[in-house]
């Protein structure tokens, strides 16, 4: 190399891998480490339920009754592992598959991490992890609840409300029919109690089962009265004669089931 002309330092040699001027590439991880540059970043594309009767995608912000969603995404070189944190304390890692996926449920494991998500709010962050055990950051949240309480109501049948006479018109005399009773209503309104009230997260459904045993859901209940005198409402549309079924389903966001009343 040529001597330094007017006195100045000897010019260093490149470092190997990278252009002139342009400084190293860092994914900000332990000890100041380098989590390779080429390896995208991972990001967390969904969490799963997997238990009935929600089951699927929970959505950002929303709320699951399973307390070992799966976690997945991408990002990340295959073989290398992503560190899954929650609420800012790492509860377990996963390893990359070769297209760059990942997926994560909790689980029994032997680190001491633990198994399932606690009843509360959780702030989801998946990290690389690279050879060296060097992490990246500061990656993107996923939030969402873990609810696996069920509400508490009882909740009743009392009789369906026919307003039509024998000649099949409407009429403004309301007779009410019991269970097993019989109608020429094509329209019934379902009636009912509940114990207590409401909460916001929480929705009286009403079901009809169809011939092959399953069950359709019609819709919400109205509910109404005053605390200690709680009804329900709901006013059906029938085609043809025969039997009719019907059970309330009382559920919350989450999905969450405390009594089934045929």
Do not use: C, M
Not at 128 to 146: I, Y
Not at 164 to 190: Q, W, Y
Request: aromatic share 6%.
């Amino acid at each position: 190399a040529r001597a330094p002309q007017h006195g100045g330092p000897a010019p260093r040699p490149p470092v190997p891998g990278l252009l002139r001027g342009q400084p190293p590439q860092r994914r900000a991880g332990g000890a100041g480490g380098l989590v390779h540059a080429d390896a995208p970043l991972a990001v967390i594309g969904g969490v799963g339920g997997n238990i009935a009767p929600v089951e699927g995608p929970v959505i950002k912000g929303g709320s699951t009754n399973d307390d070992r969603p799966t976690i997945s995404g991408t990002g990340g070189n295959a073989g290398e592992k992503v560190a899954i944190y929650d609420n800012g304390v790492k509860i377990g890692e996963t390893d990359v598959n070769p297209d760059g996926s990942w997926s994560f449920t909790p689980g029994p494991n032997t680190q001491g991490w633990p198994e399932k998500l606690d009843d509360i709010a959780h702030k989801i962050e998946a990290k690389n992890v690279d050879g060296a055990g060097n992490e990246s950051g500061p990656p993107e949240a996923f939030e969402f609840t873990v609810d696996t309480e069920s509400p508490t109501q009882a909740v009743g049948f009392s009789y369906a409300e026919d307003n039509v006479d024998s000649a099949g018109n409407a009429s403004t005399a309301i007779e009410t029919i019991g269970n097993n009773g019989h109608t020429n209503d094509r329209t019934p309104k379902l009636v009912g109690t509940l114990n207590e009230g409401l909460a916001a997260d929480e929705t009286l459904y009403i079901e009809r089962q169809r011939p092959d045993g399953t069950w359709e859901r019609l819709g919400e209940a109205n509910v109404g009265g005053a605390a200690g005198n709680l009804t329900w409402s709901y006013q059906d549309s029938l085609g043809a004669d025969g039997s009719y079924t019907y059970r309330a389903v009382l559920e919350d966001d989450a999905g969450n089931q405390p009594l089934v009343q045929p």
